[in-house]
């Protein structure tokens, strides 16, 4: 039986955890990502936002000094830049000399750290440096400035960061329980869609698991399941259907094969035992032998025929393709029957030309089936008709007898292995019903195919060949005539 492993080492985690794991995960990188994100676009709304007051502050200050003329007394200057920073809380400067020599200092923290930074000519965000003092946070910036006089100075521009701090800390914090409850929420609701959407295949598990060898009637609904689902389940009644037919066909077979196996056991027996029950004489012994050597044929012809039949089922027969041609082997196995043929009073004919190629043994031996057949059931002083169709691809051979007509169910099953379509048939005792299934399954070794037709008396066994491929289709026996 074939089965299929996964290889060593490899986990065997179930359908829903695969899901799950993939979902956890995918939420995960998603939302570090989105909370990375948004922390980086807070920090930069707020350096943004600090970059804009010091710029207030910066223009205010450099606006002061150039209104102050060179001369101003340095108490004016000093409360006239203290008022540079009113409205702004939080915000610090300072201004150095380009020798770092304070010429104002502003109440608040020590700006000497950014004496250490380059002095940048414009205010932007990015050039904001950060530091922290006295347990504060700050940063800030050194601009470049002048005097009224034309002098270069140092502006140390600083505001505090702890309140933007604060808050973004809180915010940080908010946002990742926010997303931990949602990814927890979103794994929940995962988990109850994948169960719910599982609820199906565990309703078809169950009914599958219902049918067994007596119950192969069974057959599941495709209406009733999700419409991703309704392929698998036709499948699987297709499937169910095909393994109810085998079952039966194995069934009948094994029944059958008891059958036809009974019989002549048991005349081998009964005419063992009469020999056995008295003396007799030598040409007695003789006849019992004949007897039983009939008996012996008949088993080795059907034990042959089952072991033929089956090494064609597992593709084991593969045939050995020539060139025939059809009227000549016709013609050659006309000679054979035609003693057969004139004492049951029924003529041969043949109409028609073609060629193929095929395995001469093989298709000699399906005709000789077809023709005995024929024969033997063909009504005296009627005609048997052989037609040979020619077409670009395939050959079609109609094999038409006249005889007793047979029923729909009859031709349903007359290529079935041990079948007979009337035990009471004349002939049928001296046959083993394997003929037409052999037949059958030549014309599938040739990748060909074959039907039946009965219509007012009128039988009709229709061939399809390929010439040189594996492309078949029937030739149907429409609209037969009776020739003559």
Request: net charge positive; glycine share 6%; charged share 20%.
């Amino acid at each position: 039986m074939l089965s299929l492993k996964l290889p060593q080492g490899r986990s065997r985690l179930s359908l829903a955890g695969r899901v799950m794991l993939l979902v956890g995960l995918t939420l995960a990188l998603s939302f570090l990502l989105l909370g990375t994100v948004i922390d980086h676009l807070m920090r930069q709304h707020f350096a943004r936002q600090d970059a804009s007051e010091l710029a207030v502050v910066a223009e205010s200050v450099r606006s002061i000094l150039a209104q102050q003329p060179p001369e101003a007394e340095p108490a004016r200057l000093q409360a006239a830049l203290q008022r540079a920073v009113v409205g702004h809380h939080g915000v610090y400067f300072a201004l150095y000399s380009r020798t770092d020599h304070p010429l104002y200092l502003a109440q608040g923290p020590d700006l000497d750290p950014l004496l250490r930074t380059q002095v940048q000519s414009r205010l932007d965000p990015e050039l904001l440096q950060p530091w922290q003092a006295q347990g504060h946070s700050y940063r800030g910036i050194a601009l470049s400035s002048t005097l009224s006089d034309g002098q270069e100075v140092k502006l140390l521009l600083a505001g505090k960061m702890d309140f933007h701090l604060q808050f973004i800390a809180k915010f940080r914090q908010t946002l990742w329980l926010i997303m931990a409850c949602a990814w927890l929420l979103t794994m929940i609701s995962a988990r109850l869609a994948i169960t719910w959407g599982h609820r199906p295949l565990l309703l078809l598990s169950r009914q599958i698991r219902n049918i067994s060898a007596d119950r192969l009637d069974i057959r599941l609904q495709p209406e009733r399941v999700p419409a991703e689902l309704k392929e698998l389940v036709v499948a699987f009644n297709a499937m169910i259907t095909q393994v109810e037919s085998g079952f039966r066909r194995l069934t009948h077979f094994s029944a059958d094969i008891a059958h036809e196996l009974r019989t002549p056991l048991t005349n081998l027996a009964t005419q063992t035992q009469v020999a056995l029950s008295q003396s007799r004489s030598n040409d007695e012994y003789r006849e019992i032998l004949y007897s039983g050597l009939e008996e012996y044929e008949r088993l080795t012809k059907m034990v042959g025929d089952m072991l033929w039949l089956a090494k064609t089922d597992n593709g084991l027969i593969v045939p050995n393709l020539t060139r025939l041609t059809l009227q000549t082997e016709i013609l050659a196995l006309f000679d054979y029957f035609e003693p057969w043929a004139e004492e049951a009073g029924v003529q041969l004919t043949l109409a028609g030309q073609a060629s193929l190629q095929g395995d001469r043994d093989m298709l000699r031996r399906a005709l000789s089936n077809l023709l005995a057949n024929a024969i033997k059931y063909s009504q005296a002083h009627t005609r048997i008709s052989v037609t040979l169709e020619q077409g670009p691809a395939l050959v079609g051979i109609r094999i038409t007898n006249q005889g007793a007509p047979l029923t729909q169910a009859q031709l349903a099953r007359l290529f079935d292995r041990f079948y007979r379509a009337d035990p009471a048939r004349p002939g049928s005792g001296d046959s083993s019903g394997l003929g037409l299934a052999i037949v059958k399954s030549i014309m599938e070794v040739h990748k060909g195919s074959i039907s039946v037709d009965s219509h007012q008396g009128l039988t009709c066994f229709s061939l399809s060949l390929p010439r040189a491929s594996v492309t078949a289709s029937l030739y149907k026996c429409a609209n037969v005539q009776y020739p003559g």
